[in-house]
């Protein structure tokens, strides 16, 4: 882009000798011969800068700069002052004036003052325009207006400008993937690919292999050769989801590939050579789980270098109402709805809500509840009952709302030994929409044993479960209210591979 300059002078070899440099310097120069001239050349055009003697007929400098700068502040003026006049250039600034060069003015000198102007100008600009704006694929948006999101939204800012591994921390649910794609789509690695590896769904003998690729015939299966993600990610960004899930083992490679930005597939006698990002992100415990021995500590320095922390939507409760609305006018595409807003009694309960599913809970509630508004704004009684039975805003009968979206409740705990970890019971949406699961399941009493109708009955309700949500084992926990070891230790049990529910 190329700038335009004003040159405003009465003195015309001045004029003559500055525009000449400044064109040389490839900016776009008008001149000027007094304060009144300059004024309507300011008015009538787009100047980026304009350089302004102090003493000249019909209007003087500092009344041309006062008038400049009514018009529009954004333009920066530099004064040319005699030595003289020195006081007045000191007093210009006080008005608005970015700066003023003395006369005699060296061509050099004055290129590289001006170009020093307009940079410091242009970040100061940026800076002001730019800060939470996080670009991403397709539409989507990052919403955030409390003080912690602004944080995290300057820290994606910064860390998106450099190449180091950056570790996302955060509950299930507050946005860490999509974090993982701000820093990719606003780094310079934007053009080359994002690959995810989610490393708790897939089990470990085959994550070497989706890590690095493998021969063909390397192992049992393997009747290709394939190229892992680590390859398939280079020039772009590898992002490790779930990366509390490997195995130590798994680790140690792991560890090897981030440090020599090498590895060998499995099967193969040759190192391959990449270039990847490496973001990773985990809602468990590293640091405990470190003294656990369960993962290893350099894996965690190497990736721990720049972390970010995602806080928990129940401590940025100012974020649930933009959130909810953005969330409407995504579903009343997606359902070809026009709910105009919410209700706000309705609002008050999600302001109380708990959120342990953080987003993607307030995101399901807001796509539940206007799958059964019927009106155009929703209403309380459209709400998921978990919300409405812990909380009762002054003026709404809970009594009345709580019927009107009475829903069947599993009362069994289907066997689980371990308490639940995630406090709040929220199935009540689930199993609304557990479609087969009562039709479908017949009690086998032919042969009257609890346990195999149990297991039955577990195992159905998991698939069901599963596909709700797409197969994925976060939600899928939180949502079916039953702790991650355990669906992980059911899901093995049963045979049932998560991801064959992936849509
Ligand atoms: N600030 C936000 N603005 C808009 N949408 C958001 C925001 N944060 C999260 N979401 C949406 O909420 C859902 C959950 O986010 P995401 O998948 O990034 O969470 P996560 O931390 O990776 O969860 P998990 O630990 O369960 O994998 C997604 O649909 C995401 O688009
Ligand atoms: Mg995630």
């Not at 008015?43 to 009514?70: C, F, H, Q, R, W």
């Not at 897939?202 to 190229?227: C, M, Q, V, W, Y």
């Not at 100012?318 to 009694?345: C, E, T, V």
Request: proline share 4%; with cysteine; charged share 30%.
């Amino acid at each position: 882009m190329m700038y335009r300059v004003l040159v405003v002078d009465d003195d015309r070899d001045l004029r003559l000798t500055v525009a000449s440099a400044l064109s040389e310097n490839h900016f776009e120069v008008d001149q000027a011969e007094n304060g009144e001239e300059a004024v309507n050349r300011v008015t009538a055009g787009k100047y980026d800068l304009v350089l302004l003697d102090v003493n000249m007929p019909k209007m003087s400098g500092m009344e041309a700069l006062k008038e400049i700068k009514a018009h529009d502040p954004s333009i920066i003026v530099l004064i040319l002052t005699a030595f003289a006049n020195i006081r007045d250039a000191v007093e210009s600034t006080k008005e608005g004036a970015y700066n003023y060069l003395e006369k005699p003015i060296k061509a050099d000198n004055l290129v590289y003052l001006v170009e020093k102007a307009l940079k410091a100008h242009r970040m100061v600009k940026d800076i002001a325009m730019s800060s939470p704006v996080v670009k991403l694929p397709g539409g989507t948006e990052f919403v955030g207006q409390s003080n912690e999101m602004k944080k995290v939204f300057s820290v994606i800012d910064k860390l998106s400008r450099v190449d180091t591994a950056v570790l996302i921390r955060g509950e299930s649910g507050t946005g860490k993937e999509l974090v993982a794609q701000a820093l990719h789509y606003n780094s310079p690695r934007k053009d080359n690919r994002f690959v995810t590896v989610n490393c708790s769904a897939i089990p470990d003998n085959l994550i070497e292999s989706e890590f690095f690729g493998h021969e063909k015939g390397a192992f049992t299966g393997a009747d290709s050769r394939k190229i892992g993600k680590f390859q398939y990610a280079d020039g772009g960004t590898l992002f490790l989801d779930e990366i509390g899930d490997v195995t130590p083992a798994v680790q140690v490679k792991l560890l090897r590939a981030l440090q020599e930005k090498k590895f060998t597939p499995v099967g193969s006698n040759r190192e391959v050579e990449v270039n990847v990002r490496i973001i990773a992100a985990t809602n468990r415990p590293l640091e405990e789980m470190i003294r656990k021995n369960e993962f290893r500590e350099d894996l965690f320095y190497r990736l721990n270098v720049l972390p970010i922390h995602l806080p928990p939507l129940r401590e940025r409760r100012n974020d649930i109402d933009h959130l909810a609305r953005y969330f409407i006018d995504k579903f009343n595409q997606a359902h070809a709805k026009n709910i105009i807003g919410i209700a706000p009694s309705t609002m008050e309960y999600l302001k109380a809500h708990n959120w342990p599913g953080n987003i993607r809970e307030l995101e399901n509630v807001i796509e539940h509840s206007f799958v059964i508004e019927s009106g155009n704004e929703l209403m309380p009684e459209s709400l998921p009952e978990s919300l409405l039975k812990n909380y009762s805003p002054q003026g709404v009968d809970t009594g009345r709302v709580l019927k009107a979206v009475a829903m069947p409740q599993i009362s069994d705990d289907l066997g689980s030994n371990d308490s639940a970890d995630d406090g709040e019971n929220d199935s009540s949406d689930l199993v609304a929409s557990l479609e087969g699961l009562e039709n479908g399941f017949k009690l086998n009493f032919d042969k009257l044993d609890f346990q195999a109708n149990k297991e039955e009955f577990e195992k159905r309700f998991l698939i069901s479960a599963l596909k709700r949500f797409n197969g994925r084992i976060n939600q899928t926990a939180i949502h079916a209210n039953i702790p991650k070891k355990t669906l992980l230790r059911k899901l093995e049990k049963y045979g049932i591979v998560a991801r064959e529910y992936t849509e």
